[in-house]
T-cell receptor
Framework: EPEVTQTPSHQVTQMGQEVILRCVPISNHLYFYWYRQILGQKVEFLVSFYNNEISEKSEIFDDQFSVERPDGSNFTLKIRSTKLEDSAMYFC??????????????FGSGTRLTVV | TQLLEQSPQFLSIQEGENLTVYCNSSSVFSSLQWYRQEPGEGPVLLVTVVTGGEVKKLKRLTFQFGDARKDSSLHITAAQPGDTGLYLCAGGAYGNKLVFGAGTILRVKS
């Protein structure tokens, strides 16, 4: 069964440092996403990426965040200057889509980011 | 802002009992997905419903999408301890993003 792979599984970083979270989406999927889940809270949408550009982003996804698909397989989330409140599980997902909306979402196992 | 309200938040039942989890909104969604999430893992897709009134069955699990595409339910028949976990509903919103409910923690005791 195809998987979305995320690395690292855990990342501890000092406040103010830059972090890059990496993802390998499913190869024939067209849409790529980042979601986050703060401990005890809902899974929240951060950003969607299609055709090599951001298609939508939430208010959480401010100038400190950026995404990139540097080659044909990797999809990365960069946080430029981490804050304590960025501590969360970050999930990458990919999907194909039909005209009725998101379909066939697959999530990775997540990266637990801890900012100290 | 589109919101999904899930109920109940927590459910503890005996093995063999039936249960229903609800997911409600005042907004219309293009699709509704149900996920199961284990601690420390990502959500795993169980089913996607797209058409208003649609019913899908996955073994002992029955999923229904409301006629107006604003609500959904997950019904489990004869629950087993292996069904224990966190169940999430997520609505398909504009731009292919998902809006998640807060989840229902199900505990099935043997």
């Amino acid at each position: 069964e195809p998987e979305v792979t995320q690395t690292p599984s855990h990342q501890v970083t000092q406040m103010g440092q830059e972090v890059i979270l990496r993802c390998v989406p499913i190869s024939n999927h067209l849409y790529f996403y980042w979601y986050r889940q703060i401990l005890g809270q809902k899974v929240e949408f951060l950003v969607s990426f299609y055709n090599n550009e951001i298609s939508e982003k939430s208010e959480i996804f401010d100038d400190q965040f950026s995404v990139e698909r540097p080659d044909g397989s990797n999809f990365t989330l960069k946080i430029r200057s981490t804050k304590l409140e960025d501590s969360a599980m970050y999930f990458c997902a990919s999907s194909h889509a039909i005209n009725t909306g998101p379909y066939g979402y697959t999530f990775g196992s997540g990266t637990r980011l801890t900012v100290v | 802002t589109q919101l999904l309200e899930q109920s109940p938040q927590f459910l503890s039942i005996q093995e063999g009992e039936n249960l229903t989890v609800y997911c409600n909104s005042s907004s219309v969604f293009s699709s509704l997905q149900w996920y199961r999430q284990e601690p420390g893992e990502g959500p795993v897709l169980l089913v996607t419903v797209v058409t208003g009134g649609e019913v899908k069955k996955l073994k002992r699990l029955t999923f229904q999408f409301g006629d107006a595409r604003k609500d959904s339910s997950l019904h489990i028949t004869a629950a087993q301890p292996g069904d224990t976990g966190l169940y999430l509903c997520a609505g398909g919103a504009y731009g292919n993003k998902l809006v998640f409910g807060a989840g229902t923690i199900l505990r099935v005791k043997s």
